[in-house]
Structure formats: C-alpha cells, structure tokens
C-alpha cells in the first residue's frame, strides 16, 4: 500500500526588508500629499461619526471613557456606551482630540498598507509584490473613502483581518499553537474596530478552516467548506456595498 503524501508545507518567506521601507516611503509620501492641510492648524480630517466636537467632550476622554461614559450635555444627562480597548482609543489616549481629528486616517491607512504587506509576505510571494499589494490595500476607492468619511476604525478592522490570516499562514510553518492565538487575537481586535462592520471576521475563520483543508489533504472537507466560505463572502460584500460611502476630494477637510 502507497505511503500518504505528507502535508504541503507552506511556501518559504524571503527577507524583504528593502521593500517594505520601500513601501513606508511610499505610503508616507502619498498619504502626506494628500492630507497636507492636516498640518495646518485651522484644518481637520471631515469625520462623520465621530466629529471634533463630540471627541473633546470630557465625558468621552480617554482612557476614562473605557470605564464607562455619562453625556450630562443635556438635563442630568445619560449613559452612553463604554469605548472597546481597541487600537484606536489607545491611539486616542496618546494624541489630544485634534491631534486625532487630523491624523488617524492617515495613520489607519499606512498600518493597513503594513498588514497588507505582512500577509502577502506569508502567501509566499516576492517582497515587492508584497508592496504593490500593500500600496493597492492602503489606496484602493473602498477603503479609503471609508476613512476620509471618519470611519477610520472600520480601517483598523480591516487591517486587522489581514494580520489574522497571516498569522494562520505563519502557524503552518512553525510554534502553530503561538501564531494561532495571535490570530485569534487579531480576530478580536478586528471585531471591536469593525463595529457594525465585524462580521468580516468571518472571512478569517472560513481561511482557517480551508488553510487546514489543504495543508492536511482533506480535499472533501475542502469541497464542504469552500462552498459556504464563498456563500459567506458574498453575503459579506453585499452588506459592505450598501454601507459603501462616495469619496469626494472638496469635502475631506473642515475649517474651523
């Protein structure tokens, strides 16, 4: 009887150092350009949900209000929701509300572009791939009009997906328990930015699911799965369009 063929091992990583600072540059050279006026004083990014004058409420400061928040803006007031400790509100704690009203769209599309480039980097392919795609994740008309909207956090889930399903592919070559609990991790991080976006997590445990379909030859389990991780993509995205936002460059920046 024929011995089983072992598992496929996952493509190997090549160093690509040069190429991600190459993308850094690149991203901080684009994203400067286009959101120079944040530099000046009298500008801030537009934000929808989230705008200058909600933010420098005291009853939403940061880090108090991840211990709970009461609005008393009107009569004695109510409760409002309590912020998740995301990545986000812990970018909230270091920078002042203006500070944060002026950079972090910026700022969650180079760390997307990053993940972008992390992931790709564990699929396998040549490092300066990995920057076109990183380039393409940071730039691309979807993401981007998000984050010019003031939906910034809906950036970080992204960005956080992205480091999930890398981590699944790392814990295909070696310390698998380790990466695996990073990518849960990444998942949660994913949930609590995504906010009413989080269902892209779903994307993430259909990878995990197929990931160990063909590392273990289970090609009938693959042929189960793959029909319900497309069903869930699809349910995903047309959820996504009808939340979609127009980007119109005469309407990113307010002045005071």
């Known amino acids: 009887m024929a011995n089983p063929l072992p598992p496929a091992a996952a493509p190997p990583v090549q160093n690509g150092r040069a190429a991600f600072l190459a993308l850094l540059a690149a991203l901080v ?10 530099l000046l004083p009298e500008y801030v990014v537009f934000a929808n949900d989230g705008p200058l004058g909600a933010t420098s409420a005291t009853c939403g400061r940061m880090p108090e209000g991840m211990f709970g928040v009461w609005n008393d803006l009107n009569w004695v007031g109510n409760d409002g929701v309590a912020s998740a400790p995301s990545l986000s509100n812990l970018i909230a704690i270091v920078l002042s509300p203006v500070a944060m009203a002026k950079f972090i769209v910026p700022i969650s599309l180079l ?10 980097r564990q699929c ?62 990444a998942t949660g991080l994913g949930v609590m930015e995504g906010f009413d976006t989080g269902a892209i ?8 699911v197929c990931s160990n379909a063909q590392t273990t030859h289970s090609a009938t389990w693959l042929h189960l799965v793959w029909p319900i991780f497309q069903a869930g993509a699809s349910k995903c995205q047309t959820a996504e369009n009808g939340r979609r936002f127009e980007f ?6 307010l002045k005071s």
């Open 111 to 120: 760390l997307l572009g990053c993940a972008a480039w992390v992931f790709f």
């Open 29 to 38: 050279a684009v994203l400067a350009f286009l959101f120079a006026k944040s």
């Open 124 to 185: 396998g392919f040549a490092p300066w791939v990995c920057s076109v795609g990183g380039l393409a994740a940071a730039l691309n008309g979807d993401r981007f009009s998000v984050a010019a909207w003031g939906l910034s956090i809906w950036v970080m889930g992204t960005a956080a997906v992205f480091l999930a399903l890398a981590a699944l592919l790392a814990a295909t070559r070696r310390r698998a328990l380790a990466f695996t609990l990073l990518a849960g991790f």
């Open 248 to 253: 119109s460059r005469g309407r990113i920046f």
């Open 201 to 208: 997590s779903r994307h993430t445990r259909c990878f995990a």
